[in-house]
């Protein structure tokens, strides 16, 4: 009983003087300056000049020992005008440091703590040299009896000193890494790993501090283990044994007793897991319980961890049992059960952890996580809406087939009262639910459209937009009701962009559909009632639906018309084009309809409602250009430079102009094309988000300028620059190598990085034994100053009659030097010849294909054929898929098609990749290649498979023959 009284006089206690201290800082209404009871800033207005003349109170010796607590005022006016903007330029910054250096002589605790701290913050616009002055001062607060000076005088000075410093004070500094007073030491073990970071000569030094910071890893003090910890790995991160040696001690040991140390101890072993599982070493067993000694020891720290009796280390281990790569089911069970009772917890912080992990782990493992779905639905209506979200998803991804009505009925209660962005996750998961069960198609797509007639924002209703999409290329048993759901939520539409992106949905899709005239509704009332992008795009549906649809055009024909007049410039335009190919085509073949009362039993079947070969609407309205616009505007551009191109008699076509390779750009990832749709053309067609691209040089336009080149005809591509000497050399060599049908142009860029010297009559020579190539002749740069960069060129002429082979060529750069007065830019000497050896250049096939895609891979394969197909299998030696596929499309100079030039990530290595390449050979020779790559079983490499076709059985070789 006395016992309580005494504990609730101690809280009244307390409670009186948090009270008195609130009184103290209340500001009264009557105040003056502070009218309505406004709080306003000490800081506010101040003038830097006026604080600069207060600072100087530092140099009065009596004011710094009678006056600290004006003094930490002024430093704390400096350090608002530096962090607010104010800056101090060198001068003021120096004087005002050295005003606080002075303030070294006050003994009180709070302006020394305001000095350290003004310090580390001009550390680095003061003087260096006079930030050194501080030294002393420091070095003797480092050593004094105050733990707290200490501890702040070696965090200042791991800012401020440099690697030959530090070698003076190393020995106080290793004392303080293993002092009895925790704050000393892990400010020191703090300070190691700052300076570890600092330079080479630190860190040289800081590597010698091991046996220390190891001692201070057994410190009673729980924040000194953790710091210890963390120089430790920093020490031998790049020693995989040293790792793993010190991951085995403190696993095994059980000497740590901080929970923050325990935890980085976990990931440092989760970290050697994942390094075993990447680089090979598990062994034949994929099981962690099975593998290498580290793998088993490993594993077995970290399920002992789910024990322990710290939320946080239990936490963490959990995490990264379910992170490891490859693990097996009943190796993940015991994190999973840990993950369930974190389900279960009072701290939201808790139960957020605990289902963002799960969720992550029902990706790859949902029948696993199916047991904790009892948990996850009572987080359905959890008042933290973070974690109702992810609830909903996992249990999307866990659900089975049978629950997904009563999932659907949850969800649908819930997404009325959750902002935008939680329901955008939310229709994602549904829409890989819909790939799981293609059967539920029906009811998850009307699940989805149902929200399309809600209220919601532009993203939100993109996203179903999107995901109907997708499911109707993944699942074509949802074409036709998709399709109608569609086309009701245009009825409705306000966004232009989701009705342009429909409406072209509309006119690919809709004429294969059993009924296409059911749609013609639809579209023809958003060119009534829409604005006009919407109405260009609603004319140009109904032209596809024409075009594909014989019965449907003269119908069509009648609506289009009414478009003719138009206000709207380009839906004028675009009704003009298709009424005169649609009456054209009802011309020349006209739709006969079936009688009504044939039987097609006897009969025969009825006419098939599709054009027929010849049909100029199906021709010029639904044949697209054999390249992108921005392929097209190029090449245009690139015919207009080419020497004598605009006095040429020649007809401009198609096939007349230059090949232009393809931009590189990454490729899309999956979440992008999952944004549009699982579309990558309708993303570029319908997105306009892009920032606009830079206007492409022509690299030819050097050998375009020099008449003598430019009489040898058009390039056909030119190469990436090729390095023929290191960037720290004297003489700075690239190439790149302009490749025309019967000669190669070497255009080597020369720079000059000798300040004294100027180059006259610089020139590459170049040797190799070959017998497609010689070389003809060579055009010298006459003059390179310094810090300029000439071109020199060399002509080669190619055999058309021998087959390509890979040519390596000596390269040596010639030239006369004379020697200039830096200053002047006078020459002080005659030129003298001189000689500089570069690197070997080689002329693969590869610099002979150009980079230009197809825009259907899969037509252009069947239509080019097999007859000149030329089959091959090779070894390659690449431990991983992905360096493989990269490597093949190196090899053979090709742009990769239909998003196959990366492996998405997690498939590395789990089944065959297949690659779709195509080119342009030199002479206009379209190229196609299929390649597989897989890992072989044996691990020794990777194994490919490549076919590659063209017209030529020739050119399918050489390209055959570039693997090596």
């Known amino acids: 009983m006395g016992d309580q009284q005494d504990d609730g006089l101690n809280v009244n206690t307390l409670m009186k003087e948090v009270t008195s201290a609130l009184d103290k800082f209340k500001l009264e209404d009557d105040e003056p300056g502070h009218s309505g009871g406004n709080y306003y800033s000490p800081y506010a207005n101040l003038e830097k000049a006026a604080v600069l003349q207060e600072a100087r109170c530092f140099h009065d010796p009596t004011a710094v020992r009678e006056s600290p607590r004006k003094c930490c005022t002024v430093i704390a ?8 903007g104010q800056y101090l330029n060198s001068a003021e910054a ?50 004094c009896d105050v733990d707290l000076y200490r501890a702040n005088a070696l965090r200042v000075l791991a800012r401020i000193i440099d690697g030959a410093m530090l070698g003076a004070i190393e020995r106080y500094v290793k004392q303080a890494v293993v002092d009895s007073s925790g704050q000393v030491s892990s400010a020191a073990l703090v300070s190691a790993t700052h300076l570890f970071e600092r330079n080479e000569e630190s860190k040289a030094i800081v590597k010698r501090w091991i046996g220390e910071t190891q001692e201070a890893t057994s410190s009673p003090n729980e924040m000194v283990q953790f710091h210890a910890m963390q120089l430790l790995y920093q020490i031998k991160k790049h020693d995989r044994l040293g790792m793993q040696k010190l991951v085995t001690q403190f696993s095994q040991r059980n000497s740590l007793k901080s929970p923050l140390a325990l935890v980085l101890l976990v990931r440092y072993t989760a970290k050697l897991l994942h390094d075993e599982v990447s680089e090979g070493r598990m062994g034949s067993s994929s099981s962690f319980q099975n593998g290498s000694t580290f793998a088993r020891s490993g594993y077995a720290f970290l399920e002992a961890s789910l024990r322990h009796k710290n939320e946080m280390v239990v936490y963490e281990a959990a995490r990264a049992i379910c992170a490891l790569p490859n693990i097996e089911p009943q190796e993940l069970s015991p994190a999973v059960n840990v993950m369930q009772l974190f389900l279960s917890s009072p701290k939201p912080a808790v139960r957020f952890a605990a289902i963002k992990t799960v969720s992550q782990v029902a990706v790859h493992h949902p029948r696993i996580v199916s047991k904790c779905n009892e948990d996850l639905e009572a987080l359905i209506g959890d008042a933290n809406r973070s974690i109702a979200t992810l609830a909903i998803t996992t249990l999307l991804k866990t659900g089975s087939e049978n629950s997904v009505d009563r999932l659907l009925k949850q ?23 819909c790939l799981t069960y293609p059967s539920k198609h029906r009811v998850l797509v009307g699940f989805l459209s149902n929200f399309l007639r809600e209220e919601g924002g532009f993203d939100f209703k993109r996203s179903i937009v999107n995901s109907i999409v997708s499911l109707i290329k993944a699942v074509p048993e949802t074409t036709e009701s998709s399709l109608l759901h569609l086309c009701e939520f245009i009825e409705d539409c306000e966004f232009t962009m989701l009705s342009t992106q429909i409406l072209h949905l509309l006119g690919e899709l809709g004429p294969g559909t059993q009924s296409p005239a059911r749609y013609i509704r639809f579209i023809y009332n958003r060119v009534i009632l829409e604005n006009s992008a919407v109405r260009a795009a609603a004319v140009a549906a109904l032209s596809k639906f024409a075009a594909r649809c014989p019965s449907l055009r003269t119908s069509i024909l009648t609506l289009l018309k009414r478009s003719l007049d138009d206000e709207d410039d380009e839906t004028r335009d675009r009704a003009s084009v298709a009424v005169s190919v649609l009456r054209k085509a009802c011309d020349e073949f006209p739709y006969v309809a079936p009688p009504e009362d044939e039987d097609p039993a006897k009969e025969g079947e009825p006419v098939p409602d599709v054009p027929q070969a010849g049909d100029p ?67 570029a067609a319908v997105a306009g988000e892009k920032e606009e691209k830079k206007e492409v040089v022509d690299p030819a336009a050097a050998v375009y300028a020099i008449p003598e080149l430019a009489s040898l005809g058009r390039v056909f591509r030119s190469s990436n ?104 830019g006078e020459d002080e000497s005659d030129p003298f010849d001189e000689e500089y050896p570069l690197e070997e250049l080689e002329l693969a096939t590869s610099d002979f294909m150009a980079k230009v895609s197809v825009p259907d891979f899969r037509k252009g394969w069947e239509e080019v054929g097999n007859a000149n197909e030329v089959l091959e299998k090779f070894a390659l030696q690449f431990k991983k898929q992905e360096d493989a596929v990269a490597a093949v499309i190196d090899f053979l100079g090709m742009q990769p098609c239909d998003g196959t030039g990366h492996i998405k990530p997690g498939e590395g290595g789990k089944k065959p990749h297949m690659l779709h390449l195509s080119g342009v050979f030199v002479g206009g020779m379209n190229v196609l290649a299929r390649a597989q790559v897989a890992a072989s079983g044996d691990a020794a490499g990777v194994l490919l498979k490549i076919a590659v076709r063209s017209d030529d059985p020739d050119v399918s070789r050489m390209v055959a023959d570039c693997i090596r």
């Not at 740069?781 to 040519?807: H, Q, W």
């Open 77 to 84: 006016q400096l350090l608002h005008l530096t962090n607010t």
């Open 617 to 683: 609407a199906a021709f010029v309205l639904l044949q697209g250009l054999p390249m992108s616009f921005d392929r097209l505007d190029r090449s245009i551009r690139a015919y207009i430079r080419a020497p004598a191109a605009m006095e040429s008699a020649e007809q401009l076509t198609l096939s007349a102009l230059p090949v232009v390779e393809e931009s590189a750009e990454p490729e899309p990832s999956a979440d992008e094309i999952d944004d549009v749709g699982g579309d990558s053309a309708l993303a």
């Open 411 to 433: 969800i649908s209660v819930f997404l009325s009262e959750i902002p935008d962005e939680y329901k955008i996750t939310i229709v994602k998961s549904l829409q890989r639910l």
């Open 94 to 143: 120096t004087e005002v440091f050295f005003g606080v250096t002075k303030l070294f002589m006050s003994d009180d605790a709070s302006l020394r703590r305001m000095v350290y701290l003004f310090i580390k913050d001009v550390a680095e616009t003061c003087d260096p040299d006079d930030v050194i002055i501080v030294t002393s001062s420091l070095t003797k607060d480092m050593t």
């Open 721 to 824: 620059p090729t390095e023929l000497s290191e960037e720290e050399t004297e003489y700075v060599v690239r190439c790149i190598k302009h490749v025309m049908p019967e000669h190669i142009i070497l255009q080597f860029l020369i720079q000059n990085t000798v300040e004294d010297q100027r180059l006259v009559n610089c020139s590459v020579t170049i040797e190799g034994d070959s017998e497609c190539f010689e070389v003809a002749g060579e055009i010298a740069a006459e003059s390179i100053k310094y810090g300029e960069t000439a071109n020199a060129f060399t002509v080669i002429n190619r055999n058309t009659e021998a087959p390509l082979a890979p040519c390596n060529f000596e390269c040596v750069l010639r030239f006369g030097v004379i020697q200039v007065d830096p200053k002047s």
